[in-house]
C-alpha cells in the first residue's frame, strides 16, 4: 500500500495541487489567449478528472471501505461529467436551457456521496445513544443556520418556473445536508473521526460556498466565468479525491473522551440564533423548523444526560453502602442502620447487635491464598445473609469482620445468633473456620451508636481472647489427643456437642450450666482413650467381655477428668452418660431424676448423632428413622422431656444447631 501511494497517488496529489494553484493564480490574472482556453479547459476539467481518478483507483486498488468509495466515485464522477457536458453542449448555446440534462448530473452527485458518507461513518463511529443525539442536534443546528443564510438568499434572488426554482433550492439544500452529516459526525467522533472525514467535511463546505455564491450571482446576471469562484469547484472534488488516501483510520469507540457539554450549548446558540433573528430579517420557514428541531434535540439530550447522572447517582450511593467482595451492607451503612435503631428507641423497640470475627481466617487465607480467602468470605456472607433473612440486617465490616442488627425480642436472640454462628462456620478436611461473637441490647446495654459498637467489640474480643486461652486448656488437649488416635470422632463430637447445648438451652439451663454441658459433651468419649484398636475398630458384634471391657469407658473418662480440678464436674457427667430413664444402664444404673440433666441430654443426642452415623456393624439410618427411634426410646432409654425438646429442635432445619452460643 505504502508503495503504490508513492509510485502512483503522491504523484498523482502533488500534480493536481501545483495545477489548483497555477489556476487560482491565472483567475486572478486572466489572459484572452491561448493561454486562457488551457487553463479553461484542459486544466480545469484535468483537475476534476483527477478527483475522479483518485476515488476510482482508491476504490479499485484497496478493499477496505471499497463500497463506499464506489459510491463516492460514482458521485464525483457525475458532477465532473455533468461540468464537461455544460463546457461541450450549452455553453455555446447563447440561451442554455434552465434546468437542463447538465443539472441533472450536478444534482445526481448528491445521492450516492450520501451513501458512501454513511457506510464510512457507520464503521468508524460507535458511541452511545446520547452521542449519536449530539450528532443528530448538530445536524440540525446545522441545517438550520445553513437554511437560515443560503436558502433565504436564494429564494430572494430565484424566480422562473416552478422547476427552475425547484432545481436552484436543489443544490443548497443538497450542500446542507452533506454539511449536516459531516458536522454531526464531528460531534460524535470529534477530531478522531479522522483525517479522511475532516478533508470531506472541507470539500463539502467549499462546494457548498461555490454554490451558493453562484446561485446569487446568477440570480444577479452577475456571473462572469473564469474568476476565482471557478476555483472552488474543483478544489472542492479534489479534497474529496485526497480523502481517499489521506488515511485508513480506525474506527471511533465510546465517546467518553468527546466533551459532553460544548455540543449541546453550540447547538442551542445557534438554534436561538437563527430565531432571534427572524425578528430583523427574513429567515425561511425551513430555517425555523430546523431550529425548533435543534432545541428539541437539546432538551432531549439534557433529559438524557439528567437521567444517566440520576442513575450514576443512585450507583455510586449503592457503592458506597456496599461491601464490594460479598455484597452485604458495609459500615457505613451500619452506622446508618444504628442511628435509625437508636431514634426508635423512644418508641419501645428493642434491637439486637451482634459483632462476628471469623477465628481461623488467617490460617486458611496462608494456607490456600488470598482468591480462596476472598471466595469463603463470599460464601460465609452469603449464608449469613440468608440466616438473618427479612428479621434483620447482615453487614461485613471489613477483613473476617461481620455483623448482624435486627429488631428483635430477648427471647428470639438466642436462636438467631444460633443460625448467624452456624452460617459463619465452614469446616473441611484441611481447615476449621468458626466465628467469637459479641451482642448488644438496646436499649438495655447501651442507647446510642458509639457505646453500642464499643459494647460489642469489647465482648467480642472478651470472647476471642477466652477461646484463645481455652486452646491450652487440659480438656482441649485431652480432645485433641483423641482425635488423633480415631479422626473419625471429631465429626460427630462436635455434633453432639453443638445439639446438646441447642437441647440445654431449650430446657432452660443457666448460662455456667451450659458450659458444664458443653465440657461433658466434648469429652464424653475421653475415656475410649484407654480402649485398644482392635476392639474400637472390631468389624462385627463384640463379645460379653469386649462389651464389658467398652462400658468401663465412662469410668476411666471420669478418672481421666478428675485428675484436672476444673474437668471433675465434667467427669461426673461424663460417668453417668451411659446411665438410662428406666435404669437400665451403666455404670451405676440410676434411674429418672437420679441421672443428672446434663447427663441425659448428652446421652440422647449421642443417640441421635450415632444412629445417623455408618457403623462396622450396621447401616447409618435416616434422619426421620433416627427421629422415630428415639421416640419410641423415650420414657424407657430417654427422659421424655429431653426427647421432646430434641424432637422440636430436629423438625425445624433452618433452627437445627450450629456452632456453640454462648454471649461473650
Known sequence: MLRLRRLLVVPLVVTSLLGLAAYAVHTLVPDEGVVDVFFETRLYYG???TAVLLCGLRAFLVPEDRAAWVLICVGVGSYAAADLYWELALSPVEAPPFPSLADA???AYFPPVYAGLILLLRKRIRVTRAAWLDGVTAALATAAVSAAVIVQVVLEATGGSVAAIATNLAYPAGDILLL?????????????????????????????????????????????????????????????????????????????????LWVPMGCGIAAIGVLVAQAWFSISPLAVVLAAATLCGVLVRLLLTFRENRR??????????????????????????????????GEGRAWLLALFDLDGFKQYNDTFGHPAGDALLERLGAKLAAAVGADGAAFRLGGDE????????????????????????????????????????????????SDALRSADQRLYAQKHQR???????DEVLVRALYERQPSLEQHVRQVVELSLAVARKLGLT??????????ALLHDVGKLAIPDDILRKPGRLTEEEHNFVRRHTLVGERILAASPALRTAGTIVRW????????????????????????????????????????????????????????????????????????????????????????
Not at 191 to 204: E, N, Y
Not at 407 to 433: C, K, N, P, T, Y
Not at 601 to 621: D, G, T
Open 468 to 474: 484463645q486461652t481455652r486452646r491450652d486448656r487440659a
Open 105 to 107: 448530473g450536478y444534482l
Open 577 to 664: 452418660t451411659h446411665e438410662r430413664w428406666d435404669g437400665s444402664g451403666y455404670p451405676d444404673g440410676l434411674t429418672g431424676q437420679a441421672i443428672p440433666l446434663a447427663a441425659r441430654v448428652i446421652a440422647a443426642c449421642n443417640a441421635f448423632v450415632a444412629l445417623q452415623e455408618q457403623r462396622p456393624y450396621r447401616a447409618a439410618m435416616t434422619r426421620e428413622a433416627a427421629l422415630a427411634k428415639l421416640r419410641g426410646a423415650s420414657g424407657g432409654r430417654f427422659d421424655p422431656h429431653v426427647i421432646e425438646a430434641l424432637l422440636e429442635i430436629a423438625a425445624v432445619p433452618h433452627e437445627h444447631p450450629g456452632e456453640v452460643v454462648r454471649n461473650g
Open 402 to 449: 461481620f455483623c448482624l442488627l435486627t429488631d428483635a425480642a430477648l427471647g428470639d436472640a438466642a436462636s438467631m445468633l444460633d443460625r448467624a454462628v452456624h452460617a459463619l462456620s465452614e469446616q473441611g478436611e484441611a481447615f476449621a473456620i468458626s466465628t467469637s461473637f459479641g451482642t448488644v441490647f438496646l436499649p438495655q446495654d447501651a442507647d446510642n451508636p
Open 511 to 520: 448460662a455456667e450450666e451450659l458450659e458444664q454441658v458443653e465440657r461433658a
Open 47 to 49: 483537475l476534476m478528472f
Open 180 to 260: 449536516a452529516i459531516l458536522i454531526g459526525a464531528i460531534a460524535v467522533g470529534g477530531l478522531r473521526i479522522g483525517r479522511s472525514l475532516l478533508l470531506l467535511v472541507g470539500a463539502v463546505a467549499v462546494g457548498a460556498i461555490a454554490d451558493s455564491i453562484y446561485l446569487f450571482q446568477v440570480a444577479q446576471v452577475s456571473y462572469t466565468p473564469g474568476t476565482f469562484l471557478d476555483t472552488l469547484w474543483p478544489a472542492s472534488l479534489l479534497c474529496i479525491g485526497y480523502a481517499a488516501w489521506s488515511d485508513l483510520c480506525p474506527p471511533v469507540r465510546g465517546g467518553r473522551e468527546r466533551p459532553l
Open 312 to 345: 450514576l447517582l443512585e450507583l455510586t450511593r449503592g457503592e458506597a453502602i456496599t461491601d464490594q467482595l460479598t455484597g452485604l451492607p458495609n459500615r457505613r451503612k451500619l452506622m446508618q442502620d444504628l442511628d435509625d435503631a437508636c431514634d426508635s428507641l
